[in-house]
């Protein structure tokens, strides 16, 4: 049980559903990235003090990446820094997993000390300033900044790391959780929401902390009062909330395991300029509020085109499979990229739903004042859908200036296409892919480590 482990959680792109995934009225769908957060569990240890535990996470890709904490039982599990060096997701990590276990000092007297080293894939940060090395086996990217200082690329760091975390701290106390992340997987899920949320200082709609836990879904939100209730962290009724909610308490959350068609693939282009999604996210919201009942007329023409991409993209999903003359030839054509497409109504659906998720982001960005497709990632999107091997293209998430969201069809090289295009200067294409598969036990942690 006290054996090396590690643990890695996917990255995320929300397709359809952007600023609606935030009302369980409606139904989005996340695709899960091939770009991993990475928790590596050490052995048990134990400390001289025996009537605290200490938590010790460390990351050598960021200057000052150590958080060191004590956790006592009698104080309602409440992490205590003693390193100076804070970081509210790992706090709420750790207070959560604490709360729902329980553990008894007696029964941890030689092994109170828990290290766990995380580490993220390169394409979570934009890569200007950065340095790629080699720890262990793998090749990772070392940043000279503070963790909060290196500009992002909206697939989801803290929520991957939130997932990642919490299982791998929840294994120094499941005996059989790292060779049955499945069977743990709902509590996993349960516990990241509550702590991601509580780090964030408010109740987001959690479809990237979905994501992390499993992969690529179909996802409709909890209700926000199932966290917004619970009580403070080391009240004397807080760890009996807790474990009710994450075990008991029905969640009526839509979780559904959903991907991309065969035979297409998901390009992620970083533009270098990241965005505030919560100061986006507030701006529609008054918006939405002030411009009632036209704002929920734009609000059900996304939700219908929302349902008619994801519908479309499971009927080419399921014509692929066919492997018939009509399959290859509609196939053909959107290698091509060229007037044979509009022969296909399974391509046409699916582009003319995009067209109307675009033409209703364009709206609110105007009418709002917040830039989720700005004019100059319009011109973009434009530009990425005539190059050859390109079903669609639009903007994730909440769009702005995070890294803009490709399909095209497999084997179609969008980086050598666009190499020596003036158009695409700006656009450095992530080395990521789909990854159906959401936070799993990886089988060899010694690659993790330095010799």
């Not at 959680?9 to 935030?22: E, F, T």
């Not at 300033?129 to 940043?143: E, I, M």
């Not at 066919?322 to 290698?335: G, N, P, R």
């Not at 989720?372 to 990425?384: A, G, K, R, Y």
Request: proline fraction near 4%; charge should be negative.
């Amino acid at each position: 049980m006290s054996e090396l482990r590690a643990f890695s959680a996917p990255g995320k792109a929300l397709l359809a559903g952007g600023y609606l995934v935030l009302d369980p009225k409606y139904e989005a769908f996340v695709v899960g990235l091939s770009a991993r957060m990475h928790a590596v569990a050490h052995p048990y240890d134990s400390l001289q003090r025996s009537d605290v535990f200490e938590v010790r996470v460390k990351s050598k890709q960021f200057k000052d990446g150590e958080w060191l904490y004590h956790i006592n039982p009698k104080t309602g599990f409440i992490p205590v820094s003693i390193s100076g060096s804070k970081n509210p997701f790992i706090e709420k990590v750790i207070a959560n997993v604490f709360s729902y276990f329980k553990p008894n000092l007696d029964d941890y007297s030689n092994r109170n000390l828990f290290v766990i080293d995380i580490f993220s894939d390169d394409a979570y940060h934009s890569q200007e300033d950065s340095v790629t090395k080699n720890h262990g086996s793998r090749r990772l990217s070392f940043h000279s900044h503070r963790i909060e200082e290196v500009p992002k690329t909206g697939l989801g760091s803290s929520a991957g790391l939130v997932t990642v975390l919490t299982t791998a701290l929840a294994s120094f106390f499941v005996s059989d959780l790292t060779n049955n992340v499945d069977k743990y997987r709902k509590m996993v899920h349960n516990l990241s929401q509550v702590a991601h949320c509580q780090a964030q200082g408010k109740i987001g709609s959690g479809f990237d902390v979905a994501a992390a836990a499993y992969g690529s879904i179909r996802y409709r939100r909890f209700p926000p009062a199932l966290i917004s209730n619970l009580p403070d962290i080391g009240s004397a009724t807080y760890t009996d909330k807790l474990v009710h909610l994450v075990d008991e308490a029905d969640w009526n959350i839509t979780i559904k395991s959903n991907h991309l068609p065969s035979g297409l693939t998901l390009w992620m282009g970083d533009i270098k300029s990241g965005s505030e999604t919560v100061k986006l996210v507030q701006k529609v919201k008054n918006w939405y509020d002030s411009h009632l009942p036209e704002s929920l007329e734009v609000y059900t023409e996304l939700d219908h085109a929302n349902t008619r991409f994801m519908d479309g993209l499971s009927r080419l999903d399921l014509l692929f499979e066919t492997h018939d003359d009509y399959s290859k030839q509609l196939f053909e054509s959107i290698e091509r990229n060229d007037s044979t497409c509009q022969k296909y109504p399974e391509i046409t659906n699916v582009r003319d739903a995009v067209a109307t998720i675009r033409r209703c982001f364009r709206r609110i960005t105007k009418e709002s004042g917040a830039d989720i497709e700005p004019s100059v990632q319009t011109n973009l999107l434009d530009d990425c859908q005539i190059l050859k091997g390109v079903l669609t293209c639009l903007i994730p998430g909440a769009g702005g200036y995070d890294a803009i969201a490709v399909i095209a069809k497999q084997d179609v090289d969008l980086r050598a296409q666009t190499a020596d295009d003036e158009r695409f200067s700006k656009v450095q294409w992530l080395d990521v892919f789909q990854a159906d598969w959401g936070v799993r036990k990886e089988n060899d942690p010694e690659t993790y480590l330095d010799k």
